[in-house]
């Protein structure tokens, strides 16, 4: 039984002119403060998972502030003309399996690892970033296109196109325990830790793929009006961004109610890969259909300026500490470039055959290019900034 908590006060422990509780009372006071309590405790989730805030003309909250200690990119001091490699190489690491084509990857910096769609191969590789080895080389992935590590699940999900599904595979046991059926081309994948969710961009569904990532189900499906390129998240507007490529837009959605709430032109045509520097509230587009990459402010979703790129642009990597952006082409080519504010400056370019693929380790500024025929077998090409990228 609870011990009534009136029992032993005097009056003048009450409230002047009050009658002396009932027994009981105070026992219902402490009840309704605990479910007052539970209460609060249930919302905070919720205070953090606010909707998407972009607007017609912007993708950033008004009352946002740069994180404390932040300073954006300046002049890069002493870049690499244009005469000079932006990279040099460290070692080719021979992979296993067919020398075809390779397709996305994902940086692990919990774990160091490195996770790489080897796509007409069939494969997941899983490389050791700080041990600098080959861990895996997973068979059983055709088609393997997006790859997206999420560390505070331990899982990794990757998007197989040759079997309209993707996948998530534990970290630890790298053994599939999840299975999404029925994507049509699954491709780019991104991950809302507040909410639990992973979006994938399904290419010829024209739609992103909505999945529980703790259940690995389906739990939505965005129509885009057309076919969807690349995605990604942004944690300060809290949208999920993709780029709509047959219709030359990137599209905002509010993963909070799983729709479209804006959608914004960019000037050049079809745009598929993309990145968001969030801390610098930039992002840079590349657009297939005529080889251009676009600088956004995401403060007012403008262009401030617009780069010529190896022809077929891809995947786009950029190096949060040299603030030196990597734009790998289908043609072979990887288009390097310094950030400076708002804007970019050419840093160079570095050739390979097939280079489409590129990855950054945040913890080195070593670069990672998967090539998929050197010397007629697949490699994973470890490549170092050239001189004039020091940290800044």
């Excluded at 939505?220 to 949208?239: F, K, M, W």
């Amino acid at each position: 039984m609870e011990r009534d908590l009136s029992a032993g006060m005097s009056n003048r422990d009450r409230m002047p002119g009050s009658l002396p509780a009932p027994a009981g009372t105070y026992t219902c006071f402490r009840a309704a403060a605990v479910l007052l309590l539970l209460a609060a405790a249930a919302e905070a989730p919720r205070a953090q998972t606010a909707s998407c805030a972009a607007t017609a003309t912007s993708m950033t909250p008004a009352a946002w502030a740069p994180p404390a200690g932040h300073s954006p990119p300046g002049r890069p001091a002493g870049a690499a003309g244009l005469g000079a490699s932006p990279l040099t190489l460290v070692a080719d690491v021979p992979l296993p399996g067919a020398a075809r084509r390779f397709d996305y990857q994902s940086v692990d910096t919990a774990a160091g690892r490195l996770y790489v769609s080897h796509m007409r191969g069939d494969r997941l590789v899983v490389y050791d970033l700080r041990r600098d080895r080959l861990v895996a080389s997973l068979e059983g992935f055709p088609g393997a296109t997006g790859v997206w590590a999420v560390p505070e699940l331990h899982r990794v999900f990757v998007a197989v196109s040759g079997h309209h599904e993707v996948v998530a595979v534990d970290d630890s046991t790298l053994r599939v325990v999840a299975r999404v059926p029925d994507v049509r081309f699954p491709d780019g994948i991104a991950h809302v830790p507040e909410l639990g969710k992973v979006y994938v961009s399904d290419e010829s569904g024209e739609a992103d793929v909505v999945i529980d990532a703790r259940r690995g189900v389906r739990v939505a499906t965005i129509p885009l009006g057309g076919e969807a390129g690349n995605t990604h998240y942004d944690a300060v507007s809290r949208c999920i961004v993709v780029a709509v490529q047959t219709r030359n837009e990137l599209a905002a959605i509010d993963p909070a109610s799983d729709r479209v709430v804006a959608r914004y032109r960019v000037g050049c045509d079809h745009p598929h890969g993309f990145l968001i520097d969030e801390p610098n509230r930039m992002a840079f587009v590349s657009c297939e259909g005529d080889a251009k990459l676009l600088a956004i402010d995401l403060r007012t979703m403008r262009t401030t300026g617009t780069y010529r790129v190896g022809d077929d642009p891809d995947v786009l990597a950029l190096d949060p500490g040299l603030h030196r952006l990597y734009v790998a082409c289908e043609s072979g080519v990887v288009s390097v470039f310094d950030e400076r504010g708002q804007t970019l400056t050419a840093a160079g370019e570095y050739r390979a055959s097939h280079a489409h693929s590129v990855a950054v380790d945040p913890a080195t500024h070593r670069v990672f290019l998967p090539l998929q025929d050197v010397g007629g077998r697949p490699v994973l090409r470890i490549m170092a900034p050239g001189p004039g990228a020091a940290a800044r």
